[in-house]
Nanobody
Framework: QVQLVETGGGLVQAGGSLRLSCAAS????????RGWFRQAPGKEREFVAA????????HYSDSVKGRFTISRDNAKNTIYLQMNSLKPEDTAVYYC???????????????????WGQGTQVTVSS
């Protein structure tokens, strides 16, 4: 059974940093595309960042490009999201996702992912 567990959320002041982790179990995830999405209250879930199979190409939303970095450790079945220069508008529940057959052009499409974590809250105070 596939399970994704996010950790690392919390409360931080604007300009600060956090690192989220998403540990996966139940499958070998090195060939899975992995992604981060977020959802703020009253808003739709939006794409944040993704990394393609085997740690190849990465893709970021324009709103986080240059501030966030996604990486993966296939030996640990874990991906990370390093978030720097955080802004109040980054406040949301952050979800990790995984999919074994997703194609590169679908990295930002949340409906393309089969597996999801339960989410971790990130709150950035002004």
């Amino acid at each position: 059974q596939v399970q994704l567990v996010e950790t690392g959320g919390g409360l931080v002041q604007a300009g600060g940093s956090l690192r989220l982790s998403c540990a996966a179990s139940g499958r070998t995830f090195s060939r899975f595309a992995r992604g981060w999405f977020r959802q703020a209250p009253g808003k739709e879930r939006e794409f944040v960042a993704a990394i393609f199979r085997n740690g190849g190409s990465t893709h970021y939303s324009d709103s986080v490009k240059g501030r966030f970095t996604i990486s993966r450790d296939n030996a640990k079945n874990t991906i990370y999201l390093q978030m720097n220069s955080l802004k109040p508008e980054d406040t949301a529940v952050y979800y990790c996702a995984a999919d074994p057959s997703l194609i590169y052009s679908d990295l930002a499409r949340h409906s393309a992912y089969d597996y999801w974590g339960q989410g971790t809250q990130v709150t950035v105070s002004s």
